[in-house]
């Protein structure tokens, strides 16, 4: 986890550089605050792994001489397949036309984008389909 | 000795009930329903290639027009509509939503050993959203007004509802909104099936190149797309509920959607370069039976080159006059450093190797040619004087041509002829696809050297008809011919492949003797990708696992934790054949 948070971190460190050296030499204002968004992009999550990568023993994965014997088990829950991405894309897709096509099309667009969070999480309860 | 060391199932155990009871749905239900990063890998592949030739065709049409000074006829808001729409498919629904959704979903995973993405069903929503992405953007052709006419940058004012009525430009503009959400969701898929999903002992660096580009990219689309996504809805906003963020009569400012554009739209063009070269970097050490040259020194030129990329977006406004020049231009000029290292680093895995050109290599090498010469220009153009005299010429156009060509159409389908045989079992026919690569490789420099020229005579970008006494006749014919030949190139790549359709030459599972993990699973690989996998002691553990005797000498820092992997006796001097 150290890499990946130094990674991140380092992400941060370059953007607040440039952003402070942007902001001095231009005063310009919209770049100025991109390039804070991307400080807080990586420090975010960064600063997060930072904290965590700290408090836990590396994964087997960190360490170059992790066995594929300490990796065995349940890597993840990974669900089967699934209609509920096509209708809830299907939804967004007419939500989206909406703003296009006239304001009836978010009646079908919500309706699908509703139907399949349900979809999902009563899927995600059962574990998958397949 | 234990080589070998199963992983079970994922699911398997959690789930009991579940796991692994296929009854394999049938084809157009499978394509809607499989959460399967393979399957989505292909149709994200698939998709994209059709939209690579609409857009090809639509290049070709606009050639016909400019291969004369008055043009063939062609309507002046025809040819707008199609060099916008060429612009767009190629940038936002083929060069990036091929490497980073096709290719990357399929490769990454199998590279970190990892049996699916990390959330496969927000991985169908991706592709499902950059699919009707795309349908949006090609309804505007259905339309009464015609498709979006404003370039493929869409520039406001003349992207605002005064200049650019009808609802081509919004569904141009949502479309741009569903391929954003696209992008941002496969970005912290990868980011999340990279951090969490990888084998034990694959340390971040002993990830094949491929994926740490593909980490790389990911953190860009995180950090560009949303601005785009903003940008987006502020110009529908303008255009639909009276708001003046970018109209000047309001107390708008146009300029602050040019600085919201490149600040996507400069990470773009590496966020469609990093993939590419990632691919080239899988392709020639294997090719070139070497191990990778400066394994590290292509990870760190990776971050320079992406960290640099984010400050240089108003190098495309030096012309408006209201940018830091020296700052972007400093900042343009340095991205050549990294990128000069990763050329070494190419040249260098290349060097002393025992090369073989199958297909495959021979496109990466074209990609370094091509990407020499566009990335050359690039750092002409990175200077303002050059910039100032050339900015909106054809000198430009075909800049970004070469780069962009160089990438996604050279390193990518070095990428599809690379990974084919993996992904369906089945080899293409090579002697093809080096008549594929050479017909392309020659339309390529016929269709974009006379472009140079027309750009330095003063041709500018954009237009359907010209003065016939400037000199611009024959050199606009040269590029037409060559634009025709890159056409007919790529009928010869649908030859390829309904010869390797219609009568298979099985691959087996490691046709090329590859390095990274993908070559270590079955072809196609199975569900949930690894029945076992071999240990991972270095950057590359299948080639490891397939030359136990091979001498691998350790250097550096980390030397002796390289020392413990296959072939380390060996290279120990002990030669007690571990296997």
């Known amino acids: 986890m150290k890499v990946e948070s130094r990674l991140l971190v380092g992400v941060a460190l370059f953007f607040l550089v440039t952003g402070v050296g942007y902001w001095f030499w231009s005063y310009e204002q919209s770049g100025t605050v991109m390039l804070i968004g991307a400080v807080l992009l990586g420090m975010v999550p960064g600063g997060y792994y930072l904290w965590w990568s700290q408090r836990m023993k590396p994964r087997p994965e960190d360490r170059p001489d992790g066995t594929l014997e300490e990796g065995a088990g349940v890597i993840g829950a990974f669900p089967g397949s699934s209609i509920w991405p096509f209708v809830m894309a299907m939804g967004l897709f007419s939500c989206a036309l909406a703003a296009v096509f006239g304001l009836w099309l978010l009646a079908p667009g919500f309706a699908a984008v509703f139907f399949a969070a349900i979809g999902y999480t009563v899927e995600s309860r059962r574990g998958g389909t397949v | 000795m234990t080589l070998l060391q199963q992983r079970p199932p994922a699911g398997a155990g959690d789930h009991p009930e579940h796991a692994e009871h296929h009854d394999e749905p049938t084809f157009i239900v499978k394509w809607l329903t499989s959460t399967d990063h393979k399957v989505i890998g292909i149709n994200y592949m698939v998709t994209a290639i059709v939209m690579f030739y609409l857009s090809g065709v639509m290049a070709l049409a606009m050639r016909v027009q400019l291969s004369?000074?008055?043009?063939?006829?062609?309507?002046?808001?025809?040819?707008?509509?199609?060099?916008?729409?060429h612009g767009s498919l190629m940038l936002y629904l083929?060069?990036?939503?091929?490497?980073?959704?096709?290719?990357?979903?399929?490769i990454v995973p199998m590279q970190v050993g990892a049996p699916d993405m990390a959330f496969p069903r927000l991985n169908a929503f991706s592709y499902w959203l950059y699919l009707t992405g795309s349908i949006t953007m090609l309804l505007g052709f259905l339309t009464s007004t015609g498709a979006a006419a404003f370039g493929w940058v869409a520039y406001a004012p003349l992207s605002t509802s005064t200049y650019s009525p009808g609802p081509g430009a919004d569904l141009w503009i949502i479309s741009l909104f569903l391929t954003g959400f696209s992008a941002v969701f496969t970005g912290v898929n990868l980011v999340a099936t990279i951090f969490y999903l990888r084998a034990p002992g694959m340390t971040m660096w002993r990830m094949p190149i491929f994926t740490w580009n593909m980490l790389v990219t990911a953190l860009l689309i995180l950090i560009a797309f949303p601005v785009l996504t903003a940008a987006m809805v502020f110009l529908w906003t303008d255009r639909h509920l009276g708001t003046h963020i970018y109209t000047v009569a309001g107390g708008g400012v146009p300029v602050l959607y040019q600085n919201l554009f490149w600040f996507f739209g400069h990470p773009e063009v590496y966020i469609l370069a990093l993939p590419y070269f990632g691919i080239a970097t899988e392709i020639i050490p294997v090719f070139s039976r070497k191990p990778v040259f400066g394994y590290k020194g292509l990870v760190f030129a990776t971050l320079a080159i992406a960290a640099l990329s984010t400050g240089v977006w108003a190098h495309h406004m030096f012309t408006t006059g209201t940018v830091l020049l020296p700052f972007f231009s400093l900042l343009s000029l340095l991205i050549a450093v990294p990128t000069g290292v990763k050329f070494f680093n190419w040249i260098g895995t290349m060097w002393r190797g025992q090369i073989s050109f199958k297909t495959p290599m021979l496109f990466c090498v074209g990609f370094l040619l091509a990407f020499l010469m566009g990335g050359l220009t690039g750092v002409m153009l990175a200077s303002p004087p050059i910039d100032f005299a050339t900015h909106d010429t054809y000198f430009v156009v075909a800049h970004f041509h070469q780069v962009l060509f160089g990438t996604a159409v050279f390193a990518g389908f070095a990428g599809f002829y690379f990974?084919?045989?993996?992904?369906?079992?089945?080899?293409?026919?090579?002697?093809?696809?080096?008549?594929?690569?050479?017909?392309?490789?020659?339309?390529?420099w016929l269709t974009y050297l006379p472009q140079y020229v027309l750009g330095l005579h003063g041709m500018p970008r954009r237009i359907a008809t010209y003065p016939s006494g400037l000199g611009w006749t024959a050199l606009n014919m040269a590029s037409t011919v060559g634009s025709f030949i890159i056409g007919a190139?790529?009928?010869i790549m649908l030859v390829n492949l309904w010869v390797s359709w219609r009568r298979p030459?099985?691959?087996?599972?490691?046709?090329?003797?590859?390095?990274?993990?993908?070559?270590?699973?079955s072809s196609p690989p199975v569900h949930h990708n690894f029945e076992k996998l071999p240990p991972i002691r270095s950057e590359r553990p299948t080639w490891d696992f397939n030359h136990p005797d091979a001498r691998t000498i350790p250097h550096g820092r980390h030397a002796e934790h390289e020392l413990v992997g296959a072939g380390a006796s060996a290279a120990r001097g002990d030669d007690t054949t571990g296997a």
């Not at chain 2, 004369?68 to 729409?85: A, D, H, K, R």
């Not at chain 2, 083929?94 to 399929?106: I, K, R, T, V």
């Not at chain 2, 691959?507 to 699973?521: K, M, V, Y």
């Open chain 2, 94 to 106: 083929f060069a990036g939503p091929f490497a980073f959704g096709g290719l990357a979903n399929y």
């Open chain 2, 419 to 444: 990974w084919y045989p993996k992904m369906f079992g089945r080899m293409l026919h090579d002697g093809l696809g080096k008549a594929h690569f050479w017909t392309m490789f020659v339309g390529f």
């Open chain 2, 68 to 85: 004369s000074p008055s043009g063939v006829g062609m309507s002046l808001q025809t040819y707008n509509e199609l060099f916008t729409m």
């Open chain 2, 489 to 491: 190139s790529f009928l």
């Open chain 2, 505 to 521: 030459v099985p691959a087996g599972d490691n046709p090329w003797d590859g390095h990274a993990l993908e070559w270590f699973a």
